[in-house]
Each structure stands twice: as structure tokens, then as C-alpha cells.
T-cell receptor
Framework: DAKTTQPPSMDCAEGRAANLPCNHS???????VYWYRQIHSQGPQYIIH???NNETNEMASLIITEDRKSSTLILPHATLRDTAVYYC???????????????FGKGTLLTVNP | DGGITQSPKYLFRKEGQNVTLSCEQN?????MYWYRQDPGQGLRLIYY???????QKGDIAEGYSVSREKKESFPLTVTSAQKNPTAFYLC??????????????FGPGTRLTVT
């Protein structure tokens, strides 16, 4: 799986959009960008994933640059409950063989302030 | 209400005792996984199972054992052979199509403390 780089921490005001960047310059053509988050002392939560088109669901939007070397997760109206560590992971969508594990890096600690 | 349940949330054991952590899912997922997370660290894969009655070792299987007798259940036993069992244990599951596994959904975790 391609390596990703994320800032260690970010702050956001409640009600504003939170834009979390991720660099993945070595991404391969068949690798997707996945985002998970982990609220303190809870299990990771799947947020969204995409290949090259922008994606949106009820939780967030994912913007992937045209060259696919970076992406941004957007939480349109951040709330205090969005305070968590956000992980950007690049991997093949369907994993076979021994490539089942999810490799979580350090992630970005997003703190939403009142 | 579909999801993954892990019980208990907190577990305390004395050194030398085996302990079994429960993981149940009603998502009808074929694949299930066990990870371990230590403070400030990422997740490390312990065991995974793609179908009932089949499972494989992950990166840190020593001192652990699993079973997969039912599709919805994947219990993890932490044996006395595990040198550093105190950790946060996470169970996950995913759909499986045409032999490939997709995005994983996690349970709330069990925090095990061994003294």
C-alpha cells in the first residue's frame, strides 16, 4: 500500500468546514483513498473512499486531485463530536491474498473548538 | 440495528490467566479481523478470517488464538503466552465479493488490562 503523509494536528471552529489534507504521491493506478476516524477510546469509523472522482456521502466529501497525488477530506459543518484522529489510507479496494490488514499511520488529530 | 458488538468494554485479568474477548456482527459479513492498538500507536493485525471454519495469522499472532464456528462470531483468546497482553483490542468485519475483501467496519473495542 502507498504511503501517506498527513499533518499531525489541526483546529477548526464549530460550524465551519474542516478540510483535512493527505499526500499520497506514490499511489498506484488501482489504489483507492480511504478515510477513517477514531474518536478517543472508540473503534475506528469508516468515513468514505474514492478512486479518482470526487465523492460525497452523509458524513463527508472527498476531493482527489487530478494527478491523484493528494486528497482532501471535507467535513462541511464540523461539530464538537467530530473531534478525532483522522486517518488517510491508500490501498487496493478489494484485497486478496495476505493484503487484508489496514495500515493506520499517525493520522491528523482534528480538534473542533466551540 | 446492524453492527459489531464487542464485550466487555473493559476487562481486567491477573497475569497467567487466559481470557476470551467476544466479537459478534449482524452485518452478514464474511470476513472478520482482530487488531491490537497500543497507546499512541497504529493498529496491528492479530488474526483474520475470510470464511467460517477458516482463519489465518496476522502480523502478531503469537500468544493468541481464535475460532470461527459461526459467520457472526469471531472470539479471540489471549493466552498466558502473550508477553504484553495489556492493550485495546478491536474487532472488524468486511464484505467479501469474488474472493476480495472490502472496507472494514469496526466494533467499539475491548480494553484489556493484565496485572
Amino acid at each position: 500500500d502507498a504511503k501517506t503523509t498527513q499533518p499531525p494536528s489541526m483546529d477548526c471552529a464549530e460550524g465551519r468546514a474542516a478540510n483535512l489534507p493527505c499526500n499520497h504521491s506514490t499511489i498506484s493506478g488501482n489504489e483507492y483513498v480511504y478515510w477513517y476516524r477514531q474518536i478517543h477510546s472508540q473503534g475506528p469509523q469508516y468515513i468514505i473512499h474514492g478512486l479518482k472522482n470526487n465523492e460525497t456521502n452523509e458524513m463527508a466529501s472527498l476531493i482527489i486531485t487530478e494527478d491523484r497525488k493528494s486528497s482532501t477530506l471535507i467535513l462541511p459543518h464540523a461539530t464538537l463530536r467530530d473531534t478525532a484522529v483522522y486517518y488517510c489510507i491508500v490501498r487496493v479496494a478489494g484485497s486478496g491474498g495476505s493484503n487484508y490488514k489496514l495500515t493506520f499511520g499517525k493520522g491528523t488529530l482534528l480538534t473542533v473548538n466551540p | 440495528d446492524g453492527g459489531i458488538t464487542q464485550s466487555p468494554k473493559y476487562l481486567f485479568r491477573k497475569e497467567g490467566q487466559n481470557v476470551t474477548l467476544s466479537c459478534e456482527q449482524n452485518l452478514n459479513h464474511d470476513a472478520m479481523y482482530w487488531y491490537r492498538q497500543d497507546p499512541g500507536q497504529g493498529l496491528r493485525l492479530i488474526y483474520y478470517s475470510q470464511i467460517v471454519n477458516d482463519f489465518q495469522k496476522g502480523d502478531i499472532a503469537e500468544g493468541y488464538s481464535v475460532s470461527r464456528e459461526k459467520k457472526e462470531s469471531f472470539p479471540l483468546t489471549v493466552t498466558s503466552a502473550q508477553k504484553n497482553p495489556t492493550a485495546f483490542y478491536l474487532c472488524a468485519s468486511s464484505i467479501r465479493k469474488e474472493g476480495l475483501s472490502y472496507e472494514q467496519y469496526f466494533g467499539p473495542g475491548t480494553r484489556l488490562t493484565v496485572t
